[in-house]
């Protein structure tokens, strides 16, 4: 790979000097309003050359070193699993799980608990209130009662990856919950996510990127619905969804017979004009397969390695069946402002979804996601 000059070049006939004088009376400085927007004409340009800097010395020590990795993303994961782990390691886990599964309900409750409040000492804040980290890189999440529900699709959801994919996933180990409280239990994953990288990632790492998750969505489609649900649109077990972009599905049991009813709900009651109508029509008159689809890809829940490759994919909590554009428009709708990941990533992974985007903005914009 080349590593292109992509900043701006701009000739400069002559140079114009400028003094700034700071006239504040006192021993404190103020800020000066001409520093301030001198300072916001060139932040962007100088943040960007630093970057192409990063970029030249992780790509030229990476040549040097011989670290080049076009390995897919389907061999890469073959690779990693050791002799140890597929015969030793793995046959000790499930013993554990096995026993600790028959342990009863009250008393993993009680541990569940414990370990959530040792968690707060160990390692504080996680980002969410839901879920915590625990020792041995495993994570629970937590809610109350009433999301029970979800706690079991989803620890559903982790078993369908863990069963039909390569998806590198969290296990799930234990989903249990009482009259106050919900709990699942699940490993955790190697990898920092990518929202904490892709400014300082080189056009060959995303390109990783683009093939890593072009291949996880492969393997999720091929995922069969045996929920023995009459509901094409619906979870893991067949019952209603849950989606940050449909706000009732928070609160109701909603699940859909096919994409036609579907599309009826997305717009229903809402104030939509003859162009609006005409832009529904084109989108929604297509037939899309239903595939199963995680439903939640954004900056992060997908990781990555040291080399830039997707080293897992978290957060499977709205994952269920639904019309195959709606991965691409829940990545839109979850990141609207990283043009780099959306332009350079997820447009590469889906080129085919153009019209139904536009009618997805449209709709969501319209319809509140609380």
């Known amino acids: 790979m080349e590593v ?29 309003a001409q520093l301030l927007e001198v300072h916001h004409q060139f932040a962007d340009a100088l943040a ?5 800097e990063y970029m030249k010395q ?5 040549s040097s070193l011989g670290l080049r990795n076009s390995t897919s993303f389907t061999s890469k994961a073959a690779v990693t ?5 597929q015969w030793y390691l793995r046959p000790i886990t499930q013993m554990f799980q096995y026993a600790w599964l028959r342990t009863p309900v009250f008393l993993r409750v009680f541990a569940y608990k414990r370990l959530a409040w040792i968690s707060y000492k160990l390692y504080r804040d996680t980002g969410s209130d839901r879920i915590c980290r625990l020792p041995c890189n495993f994570y629970l999440r937590m809610a109350g009662s009433d999301w029970a529900s979800k706690h079991r699709a989803e620890f559903q959801t982790l078993r369908l990856v863990e069963n039909h ?5 969290p296990r799930a180990i234990d989903t249990v919950q009482d009259s106050n409280s919900s709990f699942l239990l699940m490993t ?19 390109h990783g990127v683009v093939q890593d998750l072009k291949a996880c969505i492969a393997q999720l489609r091929q995922i069969p619905n045996r929920s023995s649900s009459d509901f094409q649109i619906c979870n893991p077990l067949g019952d209603g969804i849950l989606d940050w972009r449909i706000g009732d599905s928070q609160r109701e049991e909603l699940r859909f017979q096919d ?14 004009g003859d162009d609006a109508w005409r832009l529904i029509a084109k989108s929604h008159s297509v037939k899309h397969d239903i595939v199963f689809t995680h439903a939640d890809l954004n900056l992060r829940n997908i990781l990555v390695d040291d080399s830039g490759r997707i080293s897992g994919i978290v957060d499977w909590e709205c994952a269920g069946w639904y019309p195959e554009y709606w991965e691409y428009t829940k990545a839109h709708f979850t990141v609207r402002h990283n043009i780099r ?17 536009l009618v997805e903005d449209m709709l969501s914009s319209m319809a509140p996601s609380w």
């Open 4 to 32: 292109r000059n992509y900043l701006p070049f701009n000739h400069v006939e002559m140079f114009n000097f400028v003094t700034l004088e700071n006239k504040a009376i006192g021993v404190a400085s103020l800020a000066n």
């Open 165 to 169: 994919t390569q998806v590198p996933a």
């Open 259 to 272: 994409e036609t009813q579907f599309h009826q709900y997305l717009t229903y009651d809402l104030p939509l």
């Open 341 to 357: 990941w959306l332009a350079d990533v997820i447009d590469q992974v889906f080129p085919n979804y153009r019209d139904e985007l």
């Open 58 to 62: 992780d790509y030229n020590l990476s």
């Open 48 to 52: 960007w050359l630093q970057v192409s």
């Open 188 to 206: 955790g994953l190697q990898g920092e996510t990518i929202g904490r990288r892709i400014s300082t990632m080189t056009d060959e790492q995303l």
């Open 81 to 85: 699993k050791s002799p140890w782990e």
